[in-house]
Protein backbone atom coordinates (compact mmCIF):
# COMPACT_ATOMS: atom_id res chain seq x y z
CA UNK A 1 0.00 0.00 0.00
CA UNK A 2 1.31 3.47 -1.03
CA UNK A 3 -0.35 6.75 -0.17
CA UNK A 4 -0.60 10.09 -2.52
CA UNK A 5 -2.16 13.31 -1.87
CA UNK A 6 -3.19 15.24 -4.51
CA UNK A 7 -2.17 19.58 -4.26
CA UNK A 8 -2.88 22.26 -6.23
CA UNK A 9 -5.11 25.59 -7.54
CA UNK A 10 -8.68 25.79 -7.22
CA UNK A 11 -10.04 24.10 -10.35
CA UNK A 12 -7.18 22.96 -11.85
CA UNK A 13 -9.15 19.21 -12.52
CA UNK A 14 -7.82 17.37 -9.56
CA UNK A 15 -11.23 15.52 -8.02
CA UNK A 16 -11.75 14.58 -12.26
CA UNK A 17 -8.05 13.50 -12.10
CA UNK A 18 -8.21 11.45 -9.03
CA UNK A 19 -11.51 9.80 -10.54
CA UNK A 20 -9.86 9.11 -13.81
CA UNK A 21 -7.72 7.03 -11.67
CA UNK A 22 -10.10 5.54 -9.08
CA UNK A 23 -13.10 5.25 -10.84
CA UNK A 24 -14.82 7.34 -7.90
CA UNK A 25 -15.50 10.74 -7.38
CA UNK A 26 -13.89 11.98 -4.09
CA UNK A 27 -16.77 14.82 -3.40
CA UNK A 28 -18.98 13.33 -1.00
CA UNK A 29 -20.29 16.48 0.24
CA UNK A 30 -23.83 17.81 -0.70
CA UNK A 31 -22.12 21.26 -0.98
CA UNK A 32 -19.27 20.09 -2.63
CA UNK A 33 -21.54 18.70 -5.30
CA UNK A 34 -23.86 21.57 -5.32
CA UNK A 35 -20.84 24.32 -5.83
CA UNK A 36 -18.38 21.73 -7.95
CA UNK A 37 -15.62 22.49 -5.67
CA UNK A 38 -13.79 20.45 -3.51
CA UNK A 39 -14.03 21.47 0.84
CA UNK A 40 -12.83 18.65 2.60
CA UNK A 41 -10.62 15.74 2.33
CA UNK A 42 -11.83 13.09 -0.34
CA UNK A 43 -10.54 9.74 -0.47
CA UNK A 44 -10.04 6.52 -2.96
CA UNK A 45 -7.45 3.77 -3.78
CA UNK A 46 -6.77 2.21 -7.45
CA UNK A 47 -4.30 -0.57 -8.62
CA UNK A 48 -1.10 0.24 -10.77
CA UNK A 49 0.09 -2.32 -13.39
CA UNK A 50 2.16 -3.94 -11.36
CA UNK A 51 -0.17 -4.15 -8.87
CA UNK A 52 0.73 -2.01 -6.36
CA UNK A 53 -2.41 -1.00 -4.38
CA UNK A 54 -2.47 3.46 -4.31
CA UNK A 55 -4.34 4.85 -1.87
CA UNK A 56 -4.97 8.68 -3.00
CA UNK A 57 -6.21 11.82 -0.96
CA UNK A 58 -7.71 14.65 -2.94
CA UNK A 59 -7.35 18.05 -1.08
CA UNK A 60 -9.14 21.28 -1.90
CA UNK A 61 -7.05 23.93 -3.35
CA UNK A 62 -9.32 26.75 -2.47
CA UNK A 63 -7.50 28.75 0.23
CA UNK A 64 -10.32 29.02 2.33
CA UNK A 65 -9.82 25.62 2.86
CA UNK A 66 -5.76 25.72 3.48
CA UNK A 67 -6.32 23.69 7.05
CA UNK A 68 -8.34 20.83 5.12
CA UNK A 69 -5.64 20.85 2.69
CA UNK A 70 -2.72 20.62 5.77
CA UNK A 71 -4.64 17.29 6.80
CA UNK A 72 -4.62 15.61 4.27
CA UNK A 73 -0.77 15.82 2.91
CA UNK A 74 1.26 15.14 6.04
CA UNK A 75 2.20 11.34 6.09
CA UNK A 76 1.93 10.35 2.47
CA UNK A 77 4.63 9.11 0.51
CA UNK A 78 4.27 10.96 -2.63
CA UNK A 79 2.19 14.19 -4.60
CA UNK A 80 0.35 14.21 -7.64
CA UNK A 81 1.05 17.83 -7.99
CA UNK A 82 -1.86 19.31 -10.25
CA UNK A 83 -1.28 22.53 -12.65
CA UNK A 84 -4.03 23.72 -15.55
CA UNK A 85 -2.28 23.80 -18.50
CA UNK A 86 -4.60 26.30 -19.87
CA UNK A 87 -4.07 28.53 -16.89
CA UNK A 88 -0.33 28.04 -15.49
CA UNK A 89 0.94 28.31 -11.95
CA UNK A 90 -1.21 30.14 -9.81
CA UNK A 91 -0.94 31.61 -6.00
CA UNK A 92 -2.04 28.24 -4.20
CA UNK A 93 -0.11 26.35 -6.79
CA UNK A 94 2.50 28.19 -5.19
CA UNK A 95 1.24 27.66 -1.43
CA UNK A 96 0.55 24.14 -2.14
CA UNK A 97 4.22 24.03 -3.52
CA UNK A 98 5.67 25.50 -0.42
CA UNK A 99 3.71 23.51 1.53
CA UNK A 100 4.54 20.11 0.08
CA UNK A 101 8.66 21.35 0.44
CA UNK A 102 8.69 22.37 3.74
CA UNK A 103 7.27 19.03 4.62
CA UNK A 104 10.11 17.14 2.47
CA UNK A 105 8.04 15.31 -0.03
CA UNK A 106 10.37 14.69 -2.20
CA UNK A 107 8.41 11.98 -4.87
CA UNK A 108 5.79 12.61 -7.08
CA UNK A 109 4.55 13.68 -10.59
CA UNK A 110 3.15 17.09 -11.53
CA UNK A 111 0.05 16.47 -13.84
CA UNK A 112 -0.04 18.82 -16.45
CA UNK A 113 -4.44 18.59 -16.73
CA UNK A 114 -6.35 19.90 -19.53
CA UNK A 115 -4.53 19.59 -22.17
CA UNK A 116 -7.54 18.57 -24.57
CA UNK A 117 -8.27 23.00 -23.72
CA UNK A 118 -4.85 23.85 -25.00
CA UNK A 119 -4.65 23.78 -29.14
CA UNK A 120 -0.86 25.20 -29.11
CA UNK A 121 2.45 22.99 -28.81
CA UNK A 122 4.24 26.26 -28.01
CA UNK A 123 1.97 27.53 -25.13
CA UNK A 124 2.08 23.90 -23.77
CA UNK A 125 6.12 23.44 -24.14
CA UNK A 126 6.36 27.03 -22.79
CA UNK A 127 3.92 25.54 -19.33
CA UNK A 128 6.55 22.70 -18.96
CA UNK A 129 9.25 25.07 -18.52
CA UNK A 130 7.55 27.59 -16.65
CA UNK A 131 6.76 24.21 -14.48
CA UNK A 132 10.17 23.20 -13.99
CA UNK A 133 11.46 26.70 -13.29
CA UNK A 134 9.07 26.68 -10.91
CA UNK A 135 10.34 23.25 -9.08
CA UNK A 136 13.86 23.72 -9.60
CA UNK A 137 13.88 25.74 -5.67
CA UNK A 138 11.88 22.48 -4.19
CA UNK A 139 12.31 19.30 -2.57
CA UNK A 140 10.11 18.24 -6.33
CA UNK A 141 12.78 19.39 -8.92
CA UNK A 142 13.50 17.39 -10.91
CA UNK A 143 9.82 15.08 -10.91
CA UNK A 144 7.93 14.07 -14.28
CA UNK A 145 6.06 16.55 -15.86
CA UNK A 146 2.77 14.84 -17.74
CA UNK A 147 0.26 16.26 -20.00
CA UNK A 148 -2.33 14.69 -19.62
CA UNK A 149 -6.24 15.15 -19.96
CA UNK A 150 -8.56 13.21 -17.26
CA UNK A 151 -11.55 14.09 -19.85
CA UNK A 152 -10.19 12.37 -23.06
CA UNK A 153 -7.86 9.84 -20.98
CA UNK A 154 -4.62 11.30 -23.09
CA UNK A 155 -2.01 10.44 -20.83
CA UNK A 156 -3.45 8.45 -18.26
CA UNK A 157 -1.63 4.98 -19.01
CA UNK A 158 2.15 7.04 -18.78
CA UNK A 159 0.91 8.39 -15.30
CA UNK A 160 -0.27 5.17 -13.92
CA UNK A 161 3.57 3.85 -15.40
CA UNK A 162 5.42 6.70 -13.95
CA UNK A 163 3.59 6.19 -10.51
CA UNK A 164 4.31 2.64 -10.55
CA UNK A 165 8.62 3.25 -11.71
CA UNK A 166 9.05 5.76 -8.44
CA UNK A 167 6.88 3.64 -6.05
CA UNK A 168 9.23 0.61 -7.00
CA UNK A 169 12.19 2.68 -6.29
CA UNK A 170 11.40 4.38 -3.19
CA UNK A 171 11.61 2.16 -0.21
CA UNK A 172 8.55 1.40 2.08
CA UNK A 173 7.19 3.05 5.42
CA UNK A 174 9.97 1.55 8.02
CA UNK A 175 8.09 -0.63 10.94
CA UNK A 176 9.10 0.90 14.43
CA UNK A 177 6.67 -1.12 15.89
CA UNK A 178 4.99 2.30 17.27
CA UNK A 179 1.93 2.36 15.37
CA UNK A 180 0.19 5.65 15.30
CA UNK A 181 -3.37 6.52 13.49
CA UNK A 182 -3.43 10.67 13.20
CA UNK A 183 -7.15 10.20 12.28
CA UNK A 184 -8.35 12.41 9.39
CA UNK A 185 -12.13 10.69 9.57
CA UNK A 186 -14.45 9.59 12.30
CA UNK A 187 -17.91 8.32 11.94
CA UNK A 188 -20.61 6.24 12.75
CA UNK A 189 -21.52 3.25 10.41
CA UNK A 190 -24.86 1.11 11.05
CA UNK A 191 -24.03 -2.26 12.42
CA UNK A 192 -20.11 -1.56 12.98
CA UNK A 193 -20.28 1.80 15.42
CA UNK A 194 -17.40 3.87 15.76
CA UNK A 195 -14.70 4.33 12.54
CA UNK A 196 -11.92 6.16 12.16
CA UNK A 197 -9.69 6.76 9.14
CA UNK A 198 -6.06 7.88 8.56
CA UNK A 199 -2.61 6.80 7.38
CA UNK A 200 -1.21 4.63 9.30
CA UNK A 201 2.42 5.33 10.51
CA UNK A 202 5.76 4.06 12.44
CA UNK A 203 3.99 0.35 12.86
CA UNK A 204 1.38 -2.20 12.69
CA UNK A 205 -2.55 -2.68 14.19
CA UNK A 206 -4.29 -6.12 14.79
CA UNK A 207 -7.54 -6.79 15.23
CA UNK A 208 -8.52 -7.54 19.06
CA UNK A 209 -5.73 -4.93 20.20
CA UNK A 210 -6.10 -2.42 22.97
CA UNK A 211 -5.58 1.61 21.90
CA UNK A 212 -5.40 4.71 23.24
CA UNK A 213 -6.61 7.74 21.64
CA UNK A 214 -4.37 10.85 22.64
CA UNK A 215 -4.63 13.48 23.07
CA UNK A 216 -7.67 13.10 26.15
CA UNK A 217 -6.27 9.48 26.94
CA UNK A 218 -9.59 7.17 25.81
CA UNK A 219 -8.94 3.56 25.51
CA UNK A 220 -10.83 1.50 23.02
CA UNK A 221 -10.44 -2.22 21.31
CA UNK A 222 -9.56 -2.64 17.98
CA UNK A 223 -12.62 -4.26 16.48
CA UNK A 224 -12.06 -4.65 13.22
CA UNK A 225 -9.60 -3.00 10.31
CA UNK A 226 -10.06 -2.30 6.78
CA UNK A 227 -7.65 -0.59 3.68
CA UNK A 228 -9.71 0.58 0.63
CA UNK A 229 -13.01 -1.94 1.85
CA UNK A 230 -11.01 -5.00 1.94
CA UNK A 231 -11.27 -6.79 5.45
CA UNK A 232 -7.63 -6.92 7.37
CA UNK A 233 -6.11 -8.75 10.17
CA UNK A 234 -2.98 -6.81 10.57
CA UNK A 235 -2.70 -3.67 9.54
CA UNK A 236 1.19 -2.52 8.09
CA UNK A 237 2.67 1.29 8.18
CA UNK A 238 2.30 3.57 5.11
CA UNK A 239 -1.01 2.52 4.21
CA UNK A 240 -4.96 4.18 4.59
CA UNK A 241 -6.72 2.45 6.73
CA UNK A 242 -10.31 2.41 8.61
CA UNK A 243 -10.89 1.71 12.13
CA UNK A 244 -13.79 0.17 13.94
CA UNK A 245 -13.26 0.85 17.18
CA UNK A 246 -15.80 -0.01 20.91
CA UNK A 247 -15.76 1.43 23.81
CA UNK A 248 -15.87 4.91 21.82
CA UNK A 249 -18.44 6.98 20.65
CA UNK A 250 -17.63 8.98 17.40
CA UNK A 251 -18.09 12.21 18.87
CA UNK A 252 -15.72 11.62 21.40
CA UNK A 253 -12.78 11.21 18.77
CA UNK A 254 -11.86 14.47 15.99
CA UNK A 255 -9.67 14.74 13.29
CA UNK A 256 -6.42 16.08 14.82
CA UNK A 257 -6.21 13.32 17.07
CA UNK A 258 -4.14 10.23 16.86
CA UNK A 259 -4.68 6.18 17.69
CA UNK A 260 -1.35 4.66 19.68
CA UNK A 261 -1.08 1.55 21.41
CA UNK A 262 -1.11 2.36 25.40
CA UNK A 263 1.91 4.22 26.97
CA UNK A 264 3.67 4.72 23.65
CA UNK A 265 2.86 8.28 22.65
CA UNK A 266 2.29 11.03 24.93
CA UNK A 267 0.80 14.33 23.96
CA UNK A 268 2.77 17.44 24.61
CA UNK A 269 1.95 21.02 25.32
CA UNK A 270 6.11 21.93 23.95
CA UNK A 271 7.64 21.12 21.93
CA UNK A 272 11.26 22.20 19.92
CA UNK A 273 11.40 22.74 15.98
CA UNK A 274 14.38 23.57 13.49
CA UNK A 275 12.44 26.02 11.74
CA UNK A 276 12.49 26.86 8.08
CA UNK A 277 11.17 30.42 7.09
CA UNK A 278 9.82 30.70 3.34
CA UNK A 279 12.03 33.43 1.62
CA UNK A 280 8.77 35.21 0.36
CA UNK A 281 7.24 34.72 3.82
CA UNK A 282 4.88 38.20 4.72
CA UNK A 283 6.91 38.34 8.06
CA UNK A 284 9.45 37.02 9.97
CA UNK A 285 8.89 34.50 12.80
CA UNK A 286 9.47 36.98 16.21
CA UNK A 287 9.69 36.19 19.35
CA UNK A 288 6.79 35.81 21.41
CA UNK A 289 4.60 35.77 18.13
CA UNK A 290 1.39 33.90 17.95
CA UNK A 291 1.27 31.58 14.71
CA UNK A 292 -1.14 28.41 13.52
CA UNK A 293 0.76 25.13 13.67
CA UNK A 294 -0.57 22.05 11.65
CA UNK A 295 1.07 18.74 12.69
CA UNK A 296 -0.10 15.40 11.11
CA UNK A 297 -3.86 16.36 11.02
CA UNK A 298 -3.95 18.30 13.87
CA UNK A 299 -3.84 21.94 14.16
CA UNK A 300 -3.41 24.69 17.26
CA UNK A 301 -2.53 28.19 17.86
CA UNK A 302 1.01 28.58 19.13
CA UNK A 303 3.48 30.94 20.75
CA UNK A 304 7.17 30.65 19.38
CA UNK A 305 9.98 31.59 21.75
CA UNK A 306 12.98 32.07 19.29
CA UNK A 307 16.55 30.38 21.35
CA UNK A 308 19.27 32.63 19.92
CA UNK A 309 17.66 35.34 18.63
CA UNK A 310 15.23 38.10 18.63
CA UNK A 311 13.48 36.80 15.30
CA UNK A 312 13.88 34.24 12.24
CA UNK A 313 13.73 36.57 9.07
CA UNK A 314 12.30 35.33 5.62
CA UNK A 315 14.18 32.79 3.81
CA UNK A 316 16.34 31.74 7.40
CA UNK A 317 16.72 29.18 9.20
CA UNK A 318 16.66 28.57 13.46
CA UNK A 319 15.22 27.03 16.16
CA UNK A 320 12.16 27.80 18.19
CA UNK A 321 10.15 26.20 21.08
CA UNK A 322 6.63 26.42 20.34
CA UNK A 323 3.78 26.69 23.21
CA UNK A 324 0.38 24.83 22.36
CA UNK A 325 -2.90 26.38 23.32
CA UNK A 326 -3.67 22.24 23.08
CA UNK A 327 -1.41 19.38 23.28
CA UNK A 328 -0.47 17.41 20.54
CA UNK A 329 1.23 14.10 19.78
CA UNK A 330 4.40 14.22 17.93
CA UNK A 331 7.91 12.35 17.54
CA UNK A 332 11.52 13.50 16.56
CA UNK A 333 11.34 14.18 12.69
CA UNK A 334 7.92 15.02 12.10
CA UNK A 335 7.25 17.84 9.74
CA UNK A 336 4.92 21.15 10.77
CA UNK A 337 3.72 23.98 9.14
CA UNK A 338 3.81 27.14 10.23
CA UNK A 339 1.11 30.05 8.93
CA UNK A 340 0.16 33.10 9.92
CA UNK A 341 -3.30 33.50 11.47
CA UNK A 342 -4.71 36.54 9.95
CA UNK A 343 -5.08 37.26 6.88
CA UNK A 344 -4.08 33.57 6.42
CA UNK A 345 -0.53 32.58 4.56
CA UNK A 346 1.99 29.59 4.99
CA UNK A 347 4.94 31.40 6.56
CA UNK A 348 6.93 28.41 6.80
CA UNK A 349 8.06 24.89 8.24
CA UNK A 350 9.81 23.20 11.12
CA UNK A 351 10.61 19.85 12.01
CA UNK A 352 10.62 18.32 15.22
CA UNK A 353 13.64 18.03 17.34
CA UNK A 354 12.35 17.28 20.98
CA UNK A 355 8.66 16.57 21.04
CA UNK A 356 8.61 16.59 24.74
CA UNK A 357 9.30 19.61 27.12
CA UNK A 358 8.61 20.10 30.87
CA UNK A 359 9.90 23.65 31.29
CA UNK A 360 11.07 26.40 29.42
CA UNK A 361 14.57 26.74 27.72
CA UNK A 362 16.51 29.81 28.24
CA UNK A 363 16.46 31.76 25.05
CA UNK A 364 20.48 32.66 25.02
CA UNK A 365 21.86 29.31 26.45
CA UNK A 366 24.40 28.16 24.10
CA UNK A 367 24.23 24.56 25.96
CA UNK A 368 20.68 24.75 24.49
CA UNK A 369 21.18 24.88 20.91
CA UNK A 370 23.87 22.83 21.17
CA UNK A 371 22.40 20.15 22.75
CA UNK A 372 19.24 20.43 20.06
CA UNK A 373 21.61 20.74 16.95
CA UNK A 374 23.28 17.18 18.27
CA UNK A 375 20.10 15.77 18.13
CA UNK A 376 19.03 16.92 14.81
CA UNK A 377 22.11 15.62 12.86
CA UNK A 378 23.36 13.35 15.56
CA UNK A 379 23.67 9.27 14.73
CA UNK A 380 21.53 7.36 16.58
CA UNK A 381 23.75 6.96 19.56
CA UNK A 382 24.24 10.54 19.83
CA UNK A 383 20.42 11.71 20.10
CA UNK A 384 19.82 8.81 22.76
CA UNK A 385 22.93 10.45 24.80
CA UNK A 386 21.51 13.91 24.40
CA UNK A 387 17.83 12.79 24.66
CA UNK A 388 19.87 11.75 28.29
CA UNK A 389 21.78 14.84 28.84
CA UNK A 390 19.41 16.56 31.33
CA UNK A 391 18.02 13.71 33.45
CA UNK A 392 19.46 11.79 36.25
CA UNK A 393 17.70 8.47 36.15
CA UNK A 394 15.10 7.46 33.40
CA UNK A 395 13.08 4.69 31.64
CA UNK A 396 14.72 4.02 28.40
CA UNK A 397 11.50 3.75 26.49
CA UNK A 398 11.53 7.80 28.11
CA UNK A 399 14.36 8.40 26.25
CA UNK A 400 13.69 6.63 23.13
CA UNK A 401 10.67 8.40 22.76
CA UNK A 402 12.42 12.14 23.41
CA UNK A 403 15.11 10.83 20.64
CA UNK A 404 12.28 10.15 18.29
CA UNK A 405 12.82 6.55 17.99
CA UNK A 406 11.57 3.13 18.91
CA UNK A 407 12.72 -0.89 18.68
CA UNK A 408 15.23 0.12 15.96
CA UNK A 409 17.50 1.66 18.64
CA UNK A 410 18.71 -1.33 20.28
CA UNK A 411 21.38 -1.42 18.05
CA UNK A 412 22.95 1.61 19.44
CA UNK A 413 21.35 1.14 23.06
CA UNK A 414 23.43 -1.99 23.26
CA UNK A 415 26.85 0.04 21.59
CA UNK A 416 26.44 2.79 24.25
CA UNK A 417 25.66 -0.31 27.04
CA UNK A 418 28.95 -2.12 25.70
CA UNK A 419 31.25 1.52 25.53
CA UNK A 420 30.37 2.46 29.04
CA UNK A 421 28.63 5.05 27.86
CA UNK A 422 24.52 4.03 29.42
CA UNK A 423 24.27 2.54 32.78
CA UNK A 424 21.09 0.14 32.95
CA UNK A 425 20.29 0.11 36.77
CA UNK A 426 17.47 -1.99 36.41
CA UNK A 427 15.33 -4.24 33.99
CA UNK A 428 16.64 -5.59 30.55
CA UNK A 429 17.60 -2.85 27.76
CA UNK A 430 15.19 -5.36 25.24
CA UNK A 431 12.46 -3.82 27.74
CA UNK A 432 12.46 -0.36 27.21
CA UNK A 433 9.01 0.46 29.06
CA UNK A 434 10.76 -1.29 32.26
CA UNK A 435 14.61 -0.11 32.27
CA UNK A 436 16.41 2.61 34.08
CA UNK A 437 18.65 4.07 32.58
CA UNK A 438 21.51 6.47 33.38
CA UNK A 439 24.46 8.18 31.17
CA UNK A 440 27.71 7.54 32.56
CA UNK A 441 28.35 11.54 32.77
CA UNK A 442 25.03 11.94 34.94
CA UNK A 443 25.88 8.87 37.00
CA UNK A 444 28.87 10.68 38.00
CA UNK A 445 27.25 14.02 39.07
CA UNK A 446 24.91 11.90 41.05
CA UNK A 447 27.38 10.42 42.90
CA UNK A 448 29.50 13.48 43.23
CA UNK A 449 26.06 14.77 44.39
CA UNK A 450 25.36 12.05 47.17
CA UNK A 451 28.97 11.70 48.88
CA UNK A 452 28.33 15.51 49.31
CA UNK A 453 24.83 15.44 51.16
CA UNK A 454 26.36 12.44 53.02
CA UNK A 455 29.15 13.82 54.13
CA UNK A 456 27.72 17.10 55.12
CA UNK A 457 25.16 15.04 56.68
CA UNK A 458 27.67 12.92 58.76
CA UNK A 459 29.63 16.27 59.78
CA UNK A 460 25.97 17.69 61.25
CA UNK A 461 25.23 14.20 62.83
CA UNK A 462 28.13 12.63 63.79
CA UNK A 463 26.81 10.00 66.14
CA UNK A 464 23.63 8.84 63.59
CA UNK A 465 24.04 5.43 61.81
CA UNK A 466 23.49 7.56 58.71
CA UNK A 467 21.04 9.95 56.79
CA UNK A 468 17.53 8.67 56.27
CA UNK A 469 17.30 7.16 53.05
CA UNK A 470 14.24 8.89 51.81
CA UNK A 471 15.67 11.90 52.67
CA UNK A 472 18.86 11.58 50.70
CA UNK A 473 16.02 10.22 47.75
CA UNK A 474 14.63 13.47 48.11
CA UNK A 475 17.39 15.85 47.88
CA UNK A 476 19.09 14.30 45.22
CA UNK A 477 16.96 14.16 42.88
CA UNK A 478 16.30 10.65 42.70
CA UNK A 479 12.93 9.62 40.91
CA UNK A 480 10.85 7.22 43.85
CA UNK A 481 11.45 4.07 42.13
CA UNK A 482 14.31 4.19 40.90
CA UNK A 483 16.25 4.71 44.70
CA UNK A 484 16.30 1.11 45.11
CA UNK A 485 18.54 0.25 41.88
CA UNK A 486 20.19 4.02 42.12
CA UNK A 487 21.28 3.12 46.15
CA UNK A 488 22.22 -0.44 45.08
CA UNK A 489 24.26 0.13 42.04
CA UNK A 490 25.86 2.99 43.95
CA UNK A 491 26.77 0.37 47.10
CA UNK A 492 28.20 -1.95 44.61
CA UNK A 493 30.40 0.33 43.39
CA UNK A 494 31.47 0.58 47.43
CA UNK A 495 30.64 4.48 48.10
CA UNK A 496 28.33 3.71 50.56
CA UNK A 497 26.57 1.19 52.77
CA UNK A 498 22.88 0.72 53.06
CA UNK A 499 20.59 0.18 56.17
CA UNK A 500 17.28 -0.80 56.42
CA UNK A 501 16.55 3.15 56.80
CA UNK A 502 19.22 4.66 56.60
CA UNK A 503 22.52 5.34 54.37
CA UNK A 504 25.82 6.11 55.29
CA UNK A 505 29.24 6.58 53.45
CA UNK A 506 31.80 3.74 53.14
CA UNK A 507 34.49 4.39 56.28
CA UNK A 508 32.26 6.64 58.02
CA UNK A 509 32.57 5.64 61.90
CA UNK A 510 30.74 7.41 64.63
CA UNK A 511 33.05 9.50 66.77
CA UNK A 512 32.27 10.31 70.12
CA UNK A 513 33.63 14.00 71.75
CA UNK A 514 35.03 13.10 75.33
CA UNK A 515 31.85 14.38 77.48
CA UNK A 516 29.44 11.88 74.92
CA UNK A 517 31.96 9.13 75.66
CA UNK A 518 31.32 9.78 79.66
CA UNK A 519 27.69 9.97 79.25
CA UNK A 520 27.57 6.54 77.23
CA UNK A 521 30.21 5.08 79.74
CA UNK A 522 28.01 6.02 82.63
CA UNK A 523 24.65 4.67 81.01
CA UNK A 524 26.12 1.49 80.03
CA UNK A 525 27.24 0.99 83.81
CA UNK A 526 23.80 1.70 84.85
CA UNK A 527 22.25 -1.21 82.95
CA UNK A 528 24.84 -3.29 83.54
CA UNK A 529 24.49 -2.71 87.58
CA UNK A 530 20.77 -4.70 86.53
CA UNK A 531 20.45 -6.18 83.54
CA UNK A 532 16.91 -7.66 84.25
CA UNK A 533 15.91 -4.36 85.03
CA UNK A 534 17.51 -1.47 83.37
CA UNK A 535 16.73 2.26 82.90
CA UNK A 536 13.77 2.56 80.86
CA UNK A 537 14.07 4.66 77.75
CA UNK A 538 12.90 8.18 78.99
CA UNK A 539 15.43 7.66 81.58
CA UNK A 540 18.02 6.86 79.07
CA UNK A 541 17.08 10.19 76.84
CA UNK A 542 16.60 12.22 80.12
CA UNK A 543 20.72 10.90 81.13
CA UNK A 544 22.37 10.70 78.05
CA UNK A 545 19.65 12.66 75.02
CA UNK A 546 18.73 11.87 71.93
CA UNK A 547 21.91 12.12 70.14
CA UNK A 548 24.10 9.64 72.49
CA UNK A 549 20.84 7.52 73.04
CA UNK A 550 20.28 7.14 68.95
CA UNK A 551 24.12 6.35 68.92
CA UNK A 552 23.68 3.63 71.19
CA UNK A 553 20.89 2.25 69.64
CA UNK A 554 22.30 2.23 66.25
CA UNK A 555 25.38 0.78 66.84
CA UNK A 556 24.04 -2.42 68.55
CA UNK A 557 25.03 -1.17 72.16
CA UNK A 558 21.41 -1.14 73.45
CA UNK A 559 18.26 -2.72 71.87
CA UNK A 560 14.93 -1.20 72.53
CA UNK A 561 11.97 -3.74 72.97
CA UNK A 562 8.59 -1.18 73.08
CA UNK A 563 8.39 2.60 73.87
CA UNK A 564 9.51 2.14 77.32
CA UNK A 565 11.67 -0.76 77.83
CA UNK A 566 15.46 -1.12 76.39
CA UNK A 567 17.70 -3.91 77.38
CA UNK A 568 21.59 -4.09 76.50
CA UNK A 569 21.92 -5.75 73.42
CA UNK A 570 24.22 -8.81 75.22
CA UNK A 571 21.90 -9.01 78.01
CA UNK A 572 18.50 -9.48 75.39
CA UNK A 573 20.88 -12.10 73.73
CA UNK A 574 21.64 -14.00 76.87
CA UNK A 575 17.74 -13.34 77.63
CA UNK A 576 16.37 -14.89 74.09
CA UNK A 577 19.40 -18.35 74.41
CA UNK A 578 18.17 -19.22 78.46
CA UNK A 579 14.66 -18.73 77.35
CA UNK A 580 15.21 -20.85 74.51
CA UNK A 581 16.52 -23.73 76.60
CA UNK A 582 13.98 -23.41 79.42
CA UNK A 583 11.33 -23.84 76.59
CA UNK A 584 13.00 -26.74 75.07
CA UNK A 585 12.70 -28.59 78.27
CA UNK A 586 9.22 -28.07 79.82
CA UNK A 587 8.14 -27.02 76.40
CA UNK A 588 5.78 -24.11 77.77
CA UNK A 589 6.15 -21.68 80.24
CA UNK A 590 3.65 -18.20 81.65
CA UNK A 591 4.63 -14.78 81.65
CA UNK A 592 5.27 -15.44 85.60
CA UNK A 593 7.78 -18.17 84.76
CA UNK A 594 9.79 -16.38 82.67
CA UNK A 595 9.91 -13.44 85.61
CA UNK A 596 11.32 -15.85 88.07
CA UNK A 597 13.85 -17.35 85.58
CA UNK A 598 15.52 -13.85 85.05
CA UNK A 599 14.46 -12.18 88.84
CA UNK A 600 12.69 -9.65 86.94
CA UNK A 601 9.52 -7.73 87.11
CA UNK A 602 6.58 -8.25 84.68
CA UNK A 603 7.02 -4.93 82.89
CA UNK A 604 10.38 -6.23 81.70
CA UNK A 605 9.52 -9.31 80.84
CA UNK A 606 6.18 -9.07 78.96
CA UNK A 607 7.95 -6.20 76.80
CA UNK A 608 10.85 -9.10 76.01
CA UNK A 609 8.22 -11.76 75.29
CA UNK A 610 5.45 -9.73 73.16
CA UNK A 611 9.12 -8.64 70.59
CA UNK A 612 9.70 -12.49 70.62
CA UNK A 613 6.36 -12.98 69.57
CA UNK A 614 6.54 -10.24 66.89
CA UNK A 615 10.16 -11.60 66.22
CA UNK A 616 8.77 -15.08 65.51
CA UNK A 617 10.47 -16.81 68.09
CA UNK A 618 7.76 -17.87 70.28
CA UNK A 619 4.03 -18.13 69.85
CA UNK A 620 2.01 -17.27 72.42
CA UNK A 621 -1.29 -19.64 73.70
CA UNK A 622 -3.59 -18.09 76.21
CA UNK A 623 -1.55 -17.99 78.87
CA UNK A 624 1.63 -19.47 77.61
CA UNK A 625 4.46 -19.03 75.22
CA UNK A 626 6.14 -22.05 73.37
CA UNK A 627 8.59 -22.26 71.24
CA UNK A 628 7.78 -20.85 67.21
Same mark, same amino acid.
Given at each position: ?????????V??????????????H???????????????????????????????????G????????????????????????D???????????????????????????????V?????????????E????????R??E????????G?G????????????????S????????????????L???G????????????????????????????????????K????????????V?????? =? *????? &??? @??? $??????? #? %?? +????R??????????????????L??????????????????????????????????????????????? =? *????? &??? @??? $??????? #? %?? +???????L???????????????????????????????????????????????????????D??????????????????????EA??????????????????????????????????L??????????E??????????E??????????A????????????Q????????????????????E????????????????????????L???????????????????????????????????????R?????????
Amino acid at each position: MRVLATAGHVDHGKSTLVEALTGTHPDRLKEERDREMTIDLGFGYFTLPDGTLVGIIDVPGHRDFIDNMLAGVGGVDAALFVIAADEGPMPQTREHLAILDLLGVRTGIVALTKIDLVQDADWLALMRKDVENLLQPTSLRGVEILPISARTGEGMPELKQALARFFKESPSRPDFRRPRLPVDRSFSLMGFGTVVTGTLLDGSFHIGEEVEILPGGKHARIRGLQTHNKKIERAEPGGRLAVNLSGVE =P *GEILR &GQV @VVL $PGTYAPS #R %RM +DLRVRMLADSAMPLKHDSEVKLYLGTAETMARARILGADMIAPGDSGWAQFILAEEMVAAHGDRAILRRPS =P *GSTIG &GGT @VIE $PHLEKLH #R %RF +DAAVTARLEALDSGGTAERILQALADAAVTVLEDVLQSAGMGPEAQPAVAQLIERGELLILSGDPSAPRDALVCSRAAWERLMRKMEALLGQYHREHPLRAGMPREALRARAGIPPKAAGPVLARAAADGMLVESAHSVRLTGFERVFTPAQRQIADTLLARFAQDPFQPPSVKDCLAEAGEEVYTALVEGGKIKPLSDEVVFLQSTYEEMTERLRDALRVREKLTVAEVRDLFGSSRKYILAFLEYLDAQGVTRREGDYRRLK
